[in-house]
């Protein structure tokens, strides 16, 4: 797996690090301003950061010395700095330098995305669909996280929000959208409830994801599947993609806080009137290759096991569309509407987008019978729901 993060920080040397900065600037801490700041990287409050430092006033620290502080240090950066964004802010700029003098780094502006790649161990299954074509299906155990973005994140849409816990059973999600080839051997079962075009994918290939898939198309793949297969086949609640998308994370992206080409497939370049950035926050630009790609072909996966969660196609979900998360269940299902010709959720970014539509948070919506090449989807097995006699036997791998 490869997660892009800021290394941590020792207190002693981010307030070295903040001292230079704001010298740069004729600026100086006063000793209460250090106490503040300190305090502030270790989490704590201004109470607790009166208790250790006694000889300031709470009032002091608080009406002074700490809007003070959080005020050099915006004009120093150019960015607002509060006591919430302080680690990550710091921690960038501090990487950055670092990274720089050891001549570790990656084209970006003012701070370096820093990979890190650990082994984890995922458990599977593989669905035999005939003709040499496989599906794999990871094991995502349950749990709860908190849904939509928060209220400072970059770009972040109303639609977003308000942020809200959900707690998820477990499930089996597709490892990779379903390919072109997974589609062919489907669309040549016995229909269910339509007729489905083994064939309609602009970009060819095998290993591609299907796009020009309608969500009734999809739904429609999904009812062959669970009828040759005996289990359960449909398309995910928008909770259970973002969960599965976030992988336990909180950030933009769950490779952190911004993204690059290089570990996903959308538009990173700018337009040439300036009415779209090719690149999220201080993400460096990128390219547009202005096709889908292989899937899993980045060979970057979150910490549950899965690829390509970030751009190539958006994937339908269940759910209805909602302007926000005002009165979402809070269960992982699907959130439905009485309105069953309603626009469905998307979600997940594509090849012709641009970063921020790709962000875990990032919502996105088209009529059920809408078809673009930029469109493809994702399934899910329940494993509560499984129709087959006996049970599912994961395998068991491990995965950077």
Not at 216 to 234: I, K, N, P, Q, W
Not at 259 to 271: H, Q, R, V
Not at 377 to 391: E, H, M, P, Y
Request: aromatic share 12%; net charge neutral; proline share 4%.
């Amino acid at each position: 797996m490869a997660i892009i993060s800021s290394l941590k920080v020792p207190t002693g040397e981010a307030l070295q690090f903040i001292e230079e900065l704001l010298s740069e600037n004729r600026k100086h801490l006063s000793d209460a301003e250090r106490a503040v700041f300190q305090g502030a990287w270790q989490g704590k409050d201004y109470k607790e950061i009166h208790r250790e430092h006694s000889q300031f006033s709470l009032d002091y620290l608080m009406r002074n010395a700490g809007p003070r502080l959080w005020r050099d240090l915006s004009e120093a950066l150019g960015e607002k700095i509060t006591k919430n964004n302080l680690r990550r802010q710091i921690e960038w700029r501090y990487n950055a330098a670092r990274f720089k003098n050891n001549k570790i780094r990656t084209q970006q502006n003012q701070f370096k995305l820093v990979i890190k790649r650990q082994q984890h161990r995922a458990q599977f299954y593989v669905e035999d669909l005939g003709d040499g074509v496989e599906l794999e299906m990871v094991l995502l155990p349950g749990g709860s996280f908190l849904m939509g973005s928060a209220g400072d994140e970059l770009e972040r849409s109303t639609s977003e929000g308000p942020q809200h816990t959900v707690t998820v059973p477990t499930f089996c999600f597709g490892k990779y959208p379903v390919t072109q080839a997974q589609w062919q051997v489907i669309a040549a079962l016995p229909q269910v409830n339509q007729a489905l075009e083994s064939d309609l994918s602009r970009f060819k290939g095998a290993d591609r994801p299907v796009e020009r898939v309608s969500w009734l198309e999809a739904v429609e793949f999904c009812d062959r599947l669970s009828d040759h297969t005996g289990r359960t086949y449909r398309l995910p609640s928008e909770a259970e993609w973002e969960y599965a998308c976030r992988a336990g994370t909180t950030t933009p992206f769950h490779f952190g806080e911004t993204i690059t080409t290089d570990l996903a497939n959308y538009d990173g370049t700018d337009s040439e009137d300036g009415k779209w950035s090719g690149s999220y926050g201080r993400g460096p630009k990128g390219i547009y290759r202005q096709e889908t790609t292989n899937v899993g072909s980045f060979k970057v996966a979150n910490a549950f096991g899965l690829y390509d969660m970030h751009g190539n196609v958006w994937e339908w979900c269940a759910d209805h569309w909602h302007k926000n998360y005002g009165g979402a269940p809070i269960d992982g299902s699907a959130w439905l509407s009485d309105d069953q010709k309603a626009s469905r959720l998307l979600r997940g970014g594509s090849w012709v987008n641009i970063p921020v539509t790709c962000r875990s948070a990032y919502r996105g919506y088209y009529l059920p019978g809408d078809r673009f090449d930029y469109v493809g989807f994702r399934i899910v097995c329940s494993t509560a729901k499984t129709r087959q006699k006996g049970s599912i036997l994961p395998m068991v791998a491990a995965f950077m």
